[in-house]
Each structure stands twice: as structure tokens, then as C-alpha cells.
């Protein structure tokens, strides 16, 4: 189960996953784009499936740790209705800047966002999307007041910050790093716990001096009640198939990242506490 539609980055992982665990395991692994609601049809079609591993979900970090902090009727508990098999890949969320700023670090662009006559704002793809809480987060530690202006996807942020229009844009890094190439935008810095491997000489938040350390993820999971052997078996599929793949998923601006399904489950617990925090200083209202 894909939460998005198909010739996104997230459906092309999960196709290559999918093709190589097939042959790993020597049988058919089909990749069901289940479309709506931010992805949560997909994550609630695996909830009800049986645990017999014919069903699996490729989801992103934020359908199972940041939606239950942001509304109120989630029709599943991700603790207790599914079986962590492993994270798959990594990527990078950035924070840009363009035209409308001279700043080429983030300490230049918190100076220049303190100066309330410039009415600094951030866009990203979205109300409720893990870039608005990685901006908010940005904003509180950095002790700024940045107004949230959100869009319907990454990709008219970023023309918004080439025009000048918006001072900064939260994206994943995807989205943006072809602009920087080609001098659009400025990449400030990402978010992650690690420099990232995509662009040469960007730093982290963290070395920029902000207290804030977000990597985007995608796992695979089963639903609640999977036998520990048949968990162990995909996990070691899920493992061997995403060291075959690293080149194409690092062309797609992904980096494969495996783990355990308890060092999953432990990295869904730690990031969960995030974002309530993060949510709950944003002062954001859950939706129903």
C-alpha cells in the first residue's frame, strides 16, 4: 500500500523495494496506490488487512508520528495497530531563502527576519505537513515570529521564494535542490541529524546554532499481530533489497537507511514526543 499516486518519489521507493524483495522472497510484491486524505486510506486499509504479510504499507514518518498529534478523529493508533518491519530510506527537508533576502546562512537570515519591517513568513507545501512544524520549530528557537504561509504542494513555494515573494521556504530538499544548482535559491541549511550528501557545504540546523534535528523517513509496516519469524523474514528482505537499490533511490534524492523493526518502533516513539511538543508550541488546533 502507497499512500500517493503514482511517479511521485514515494512510489517509485516503494516500486523498487517492492521488485527486489520480490525476488528475494520469490513471490510477487504489488504496489496498490491507495490515494485520499494525506495518505491515511493506505495506513487504514493495512490497519484492517490480515497479518499474514500480504499486506504492507510504504508510508512516510509523518502519516504515523506527527497525524496523531494534528487530528482529532485518526482513525488508527500507530502503536497499536501495526507491526514496525524496518525504515527503508532517509531524505532531507531544506530551509531556502531567494531574492527576497540577502542572507546565505541562517544566522544572516535571523538577523535579517528580526527586523519586524521586513514581515518575515515561511512557506510549504501545507497546513499540518511536517515542514510547517519543522518552520515553527525554526521560528521558536531561533526566538523569531514568522507568519505560516502555507501552499497547496512544495512546488509553488519555491516559485513564491524565486519571485521574491515569501523570505523562506521549508520543502524537502528534492524540491528545492535543483533551483540552488541553478542559483535561484539559496539552500540555508537542512534539517537533519547529518549534513546531507545531495548539495556540498550546507550545514545543519544544528551547526547553524538551532536546536532542532528532523530527518524525513519512509518505513514499511504490516498490520498488528504478524508473527515475530514472518516479521524477522521481510525485515531481512527489506534489509538485502535496500542495499541493491541505494544508487536508484539516492537519484530520487533518497538515501536508503535500514533498520530493525526495533529500531523502528524506538525512532517512531522518539520523533513522536517531537512533534507534540512541536505542535503543541505552535499553537496549531487539531482537525477532526
Known amino acids: 500500500m502507497v499512500g500517493f499516486a503514482a511517479g511521485g518519489s514515494s512510489d517509485a521507493a516503494a516500486r523498487l523495494l517492492a521488485q527486489q524483495m520480490g525476488v528475494l522472497l520469490d513471490r510477487p510484491f504489488i504496489v496498490e496506490n491507495r490515494t485520499g486524505a494525506a495518505g491515511r486510506l493506505a495506513v487504514e486499509a493495512t490497519k484492517t488487512a490480515k497479518p499474514d504479510g500480504n499486506t504492507l504499507m510504504f508510508v512516510p514518518h509523518g502519516a504515523i508520528t506527527l497525524f ?126 547529518q549534513r546531507t550528501d545531495m548539495l556540498a557545504g550546507i550545514p545543519t540546523l544544528k551547526e547553524s546554532g ?15 499481530g504478524m508473527a515475530p519469524e514472518l516479521t524477522r523474514s521481510l525485515n531481512q528482505a527489506l534489509v538485502t533489497a535496500t542495499d541493491k537499490i541505494r544508487d536508484k533511490l539516492f537519484a530520487n534524492a533518497l538515501r536508503a537507511a535500514p533498520t530493525s523493526p526495533e529500531q523502528l518502533a524506538q525512532l517512531q516513539r522518539k520523533e513522536s514526543v517531537l512533534w507534540a511538543q512541536l505542535v503543541k508550541a505552535s499553537g496549531f488546533k487539531p482537525e477532526d
Open 68 to 193: 496523531p498529534h494534528i487530528y482529532k478523529s485518526l482513525r488508527y493508533d500507530p502503536n497499536r495497530d501495526f507491526t514496525p518491519i524496518g525504515r527503508v530510506c532517509t531524505f532531507d527537508f531544506s530551509l531556502s531563502t531567494g531574492p527576497a533576502t540577502p542572507a546565505k546562512t541562517i544566522a544572516e537570515y535571523v538577523t535579517w527576519a528580526r527586523d519586524k519591517a521586513h514581515n518575515a513568513s515561511f512557506g510549504t507545501p501545507g497546513a499540518g505537513t511536517v515542514p510547517q512544524f519543522i518552520g515553527e520549530g525554526f521560528a521558536q528557537r531561533a526566538g523569531l515570529t514568522l507568519t505560516h504561509v502555507p501552499y497547496r504542494g512544495a512546488a509553488p513555494s519555491i516559485i513564491d521564494l524565486i519571485a521574491g515573494t515569501i523570505s523562506l521556504v521549508v520543502s524537502p530538499l528534492a524540491d528545492a535542490i535543483e533551483y540552488h544548482k541553478a542559483g535561484k535559491v539559496r539552500v540555508l541549511a537542512t534539517a537533519g541529524e
Open 210 to 224: 538551532i536546536d532542532l534535528a528532523v530527518d524525513g523517513w519512509y518505513g514499511l509496516y504490516g498490520p498488528a
